[in-house]
């Protein structure tokens, strides 16, 4: 069995603060996606080869579902135990209700209706020298 494959994900703890986004892990790590995001309209087009991720928090704004997008670094069971999702893009795929992914060459792009959504959708992406926020509104 490989070891990469789509992961489905599960509700996580999210906290929204000033110097960030804290997402808690099911096994109780914590990371934080480092300062406000920067609210885009409809739709962010990540640089090429950055890692994606994408939160949606639920209505209240203190849970969410955590995606990888086109992750091949991540092993399945570090997934299974931490409870965030991954998925693979080829061309189009839908992340979560009026949250959709596409690919554009090497680049992600995430386009979101937060209403249908029913909770806010943040998208980042980094790698190894940079880090980037956002919010789809």
């Known amino acids: 069995m490989s070891a990469r494959n789509n992961v489905s994900p599960s509700t996580l703890g999210v906290e929204l603060a000033e110097e960030g986004v804290y997402v808690e892990y099911l096994d109780g790590r ?30 209240t704004e203190t849970e969410g579902v955590l995606m990888y997008v086109n992750d091949y670094n991540t092993h399945d069971d570090i997934l299974e135990t931490t409870g965030v999702g991954r998925i693979y893009v080829e061309d189009e ?12 060459g090497h680049a992600v792009v995430v386009e979101a209706d937060p209403e249908v959504a029913r909770g806010r959708v943040f998208v980042f992406a980094e790698d190894e020298l940079s880090e980037h926020s956002y919010e789809v509104a």
């Open 93 to 104: 795929a839908e992340l979560f209700p009026g949250v959709t992914a596409t690919t554009d």
């Open 30 to 59: 914590e990371v934080l996606y480092h300062g406000v995001p920067e609210k885009v309209e409809g739709s962010v087009r990540a640089p090429p080869g950055k890692q994606v991720q994408v939160l949606v928090t639920d209505p």
